[in-house]
């Protein structure tokens, strides 16, 4: 993920002075544990102005608003409580060429600053500080004791200091091209890293473009640069220089991330850097977000399919024993009519079958006598029946949750990388369904507002109805009870995992072989079965479609179904679905 550098904080705050400045101060909310949002009004706009210190995506930029949960962070409670109804009158720089930028807030335009945010923007030492007019620290976003740091710690009461001053050289527009170039080449080396050595204010990833608009290698030397190579590197160098000055920044995308300069720019770029910022860490954070959620549902689906595939297997085994309960009693039985052959001491006594007349060998404990044998051997016989009628509900109970984790995991499967929000939505869904039925345990978990769930996902059928698929056990059960309707068709992958599919039809409409076969595709891609050439699938009526008592979410029976067989390699060919 690329950091927010020297460069685009300035492009930043460039945006932010010219466009919300003044403005007031109506609201806090914390987004999460990095990212505290201002709700700003000026006289013609209003807005959300995200102050992040991740570790990763520490950043200034206007965003959307804020979710409609509770916010129950301390930090963004004690700037609510200071700076609420104040005016933001200045954002400025604390010092040349350093990462902090310093809020002001006023009663009002043109007094006295009265409360300062200091937002140091650097990288994993990132934070945000607010201080009274005097400089002491009233809160901080992350606290720093003495034992953490003994060069600056920051602690409510202390008095507000800079972070250590960097020692390197300060780029300026005025040096002369033989001075630059010497300062760069001291050391022979890879160019990045000289320039990065020799000045502040450069980030690796503006070193690079630098150096790869001037029309060379990124990994070239300073020992391999002839004099018109210098000569171009230079004039990018004072390019950059020139926009700072100016601050004419152009904004865009990149082929590895996002420019304020314009170089390396591709495709349709924001309008401004706000607009880039908020879309460009967003986007990141939201791919990292959905890695990370999707390796952690996945790890617990795999733990808890392998407990119960041996908690199964363990069943399996006791009912294969229960089996030979008959044959226990048989043997009883022979034992019983051929009492007269038993001698004591026997281990074991050979008799003929009552049916066949086959010799049947029946163990015997020598301390006990020909009836007592009989007994032992009845006991077993009703031990290992009530051991089946114990073990049969309990073994489709494991069945049943087998299932259902299947389906969960077949849910997973449908969205392997991230594409979009929607996509992180769903995962969130599906952890919250988990939290819910008690197989994840999330301590602050709140369950979401009704009206976020995500959308199905839609199709247009070659006949042009309708197609909705279900994302996820929660879509399809809305999909199947709540969406569907004595009109519409529901399939889905015969004792295969997958999703619902309600094909939408009019009243009166009834849909061809081409419409059914094309369903039927997209049923058997979005089901466990994705890989395979040829899966059965089933469709009915919604009406025929049942929910039993008690059955976890997404698991249904029907009953008047027939079946098709889907082509999920068809489905991928026509829609350009993922393989």
Known sequence: ??????????????????????????????????????????LNR??????????????L???SPPPRVPDTFTFSDQLRHQLGGLALVAIAEVSPWERVIDFQFAKRPGEPALWHLYVEIMSKYSNVILAGKDNAIVTAAHQVSSQQ?????IQTGDRYELPPRLTDPIPKLEEPLERWRERVSLIPGSVKKQLLKSYRGLSSSLAI????????????????LNNAEWERLFQRWREWLHTLETEEFKPGRTQTGYTVTGWGKIGESPATVQELLDEYYTEELNRQEFKQLRHQISQKLNTLLKKLGVKLQGFCDRLQQSDDADLYRGQADLLMAHLHEWEPGM??????????????????DPEKNAVQNAQSLYKRHQKLKRARVAIEPLMKAVKDEIDYLEQVEAAIAQTPTYQKPADLQTLKEIRGELIEEGYLSVPDYRKPAAGTETEFYRYRTPGGFELL???????????????????????HTQEIPGSHVLLRLPPGEVPDDTDLQFVANVTAYYSRARQSEQVPVIYTHPKHVYKPKGAKPGM????????LWGAPQQAIQVLGLEV
């Open 61 to 63: 930029c206007v965003s």
């Open 556 to 563: 249904v029976i029907y009953k008047h179904e027939r079946v």
């Open 46 to 59: 209003r807005g959300w102005l995200d102050i992040s210190w991740h570790p990763q995506a520490a950043r």
């Open 209 to 224: 473009s630098m150096i790869e608009v001037a029309g060379l290698d990124q990994n070239c030397t300073t020992e391999s």
């Open 469 to 491: 698929v279900g994302r996820n056990n929660q879509q399809n059960d809305r999909l199947t009870s709540q969406v569907a309707t004595d009109y519409d068709l529901w399939f």
């Open 347 to 364: 281990k074991a006594i050979k008799l003929a079958d009552f049916e066949t007349g086959e010799p049947v060998k029946i163990p015997l």
């Open 1 to 42: 993920m690329q950091p927010v550098d020297y460069t685009t904080l300035m492009a930043s705050c460039s945006e932010l002075r010219t466009n919300w400045l003044p403005a007031r101060l109506e609201q806090v909310y914390q987004r999460d544990r990095f990212t505290v949002s201002l709700a700003l009004r000026t």
């Open 149 to 153: 740091s003994s060069v600056r710690p």
